[in-house]
């Protein structure tokens, strides 16, 4: 059964990105499914679900802080997409990216920079903003 | 003669933070003066003005890099309080470093609020929000 | 009230280290109280209760992480501790730290080390193993 | 003529990886041969034969440093394979990476689960553990 | 109309790398030129001009930063190519790399070395030294 | 008895740094004193000897990494300490940490110029360019 968290957890998944929630169980099925239903129990049912900061600005933060670690492209990509989605717009995704160079230097704003223009392709060739 | 860049990005940081230029400046004089002007300049004189992100987002981008990367607690403190003058309240800087424990890992976020607590303090003791 | 998985992770904490549900409560008190249950619900709860990985090496694997990372020694101070309060011994402690010189580099091990010196120190002065 | 670490270097690795020696070299071979004899002789030669702690013990400490580094997938897979095949068992690498998720964030412990994924995959085709 | 700090840049970076230049401004192009300047004016218009260092050793500490940071490969490629057409030598620059698994750890020399292994490749097809 | 590599070591750490080789002895005497005997034997003994790349350019690569990895200050310092002893000049430090601005970012630049000053200012008071 299910517990709440992961309800509440999916339903905000699936409101932030269409199909991210079968695609993350479906990676890591056989695998470790605990860590998809962690994944989606405590970042998604917890943490993105708390008031105190709107959903926009959190977005903001998570594009912010994986722009500036540098090692996680593929959740970078899915972020930003998130943001998109939930009212961030293209050109804030990329002022946050380009602000990235004072506070991680250059490489890591370029490498963000790249990650966002993927998304941003994948996006017009499916008619979404 | 101070550059336009300089003059800007002094203005910008003032608006910020009450007397960080000549904190930085006598941080570097006789060290490396450049450096300071550069800090102004450039982050403070280009990126940070750029219309396309407001100001309030920005912060909030810094903050979470900054708690994300995890070596620059000075920095940190001082964008925590660059954040607070800015309109981020004190409810969202818990919430940027609560949520920087998925991105980045508990001891990031753990370390991250030590040092909001430090700013939090600080300005309970001079009165401020 | 507690959740299910603050208590099971507060017994879990309390059987590995005295004091530490108390200090982390009381550390986050009055500026992020929820970090510090989410701290015990989600690592302690969730995580380290798992069967599939002994207690040993769970602490082994911590140790070794926040040795590389090299940015939390606040937190490998603790979970050294803690390892050695779960049937790490010393030595193993000190070879952990050690083999990271070839993962992460001399530096994050000599600092690693150089916590690992304060919490023998520690349990030498308490007369602890 | 080879050192007494390179051979002991060149053991140690035969008995945790079938053709890792020959690889390393055949891989800096006409570029940096020294890097190759460094890599057997230092980590295999002189580290993980020390005595204070079990070859399986060091090969948890790898795998948790590696994935919460975030940075090195190529030596993540190579030391999952060889945990493999010094006796952690598919679920204790996989608790490894879960861990993670505590320490360096769900994104590290994602990717790292990803190469689990490919060397467990790879060990299934060969019919291996 | 170009600040003179892009002329500047522009000129410096023509003469580190033949078409430097045109590839950044086209991989930002419709997505975010505005990087491609600062990344011009900046580093290459205002730091790597500076009197005080010459441009073999500069080269020299980015090719050392980067193969420790670990996370810019794209980067890293581009400045060991940029050392050697500024008389770094191959052989420095292997042995810039080696030295970084005594600050950084193994398997970041190890990663390195495969990016110093494709530019000399490529420069070998090219007939270059 | 000492391996050869230990006596290269301790020779070239005693020409770099007045007693560092001692300090390193004592900090880990009881503790850990293969890691000390490593110290000395493989950076020192092993690649800082190596022909190919002279000791003043090896110092400004190390400097780099540490001023750009960020959180090893206390291993930057006497870095930047030998550094001088080699030929660097205080200028030239200063460029490189400068320099790491832009790959690093702003805060791992201010941050290693911090230490550059402590170490300045200990020079000038004892005297020392």
Same mark, same amino acid.
């Given at each position: 059964m299910d !517990?709440?968290?992961f309800i509440q957890g999916k339903k905000k &998944?699936?409101?932030m990105s269409g199909n991210a929630v079968e695609t993350m169980i479906g990676n890591l099925d056989g695998i *470790?499914? +605990? &860590? #998809?239903r962690y994944t989606i129990e405590f970042p998604y049912g917890e943490i993105l679900v708390r008031p105190g900061l709107d959903t @926009? !600005? @959190?977005?903001i933060a998570t594009v912010a802080a994986l722009t500036a670690l540098g090692n #996680?492209?593929?959740? &970078? $990509?899915a972020h930003i +997409?998130?943001?998109l989605n939930v009212g961030v717009t293209r050109q804030e995704v990329t002022e946050i990216i380009i602000q990235m160079a004072v506070y991680a230097g250059f490489p890591a #704003? &370029?490498?963000g920079? *790249?990650? *966002? $223009?993927?998304?941003?392709?994948? @996006?017009? @060739? +499916?008619g979404r903003n």
């Open positions: !517990s709440e968290r &998944l699936d409101q *470790a499914p +605990d &860590l #998809a @926009r !600005s @959190r977005q #996680a492209p593929v959740q &970078l $990509k +997409d998130m943001a #704003a &370029l490498n920079m *790249a990650v *966002a $223009k993927e998304v941003f392709s994948e @996006r017009d @060739r +499916d």
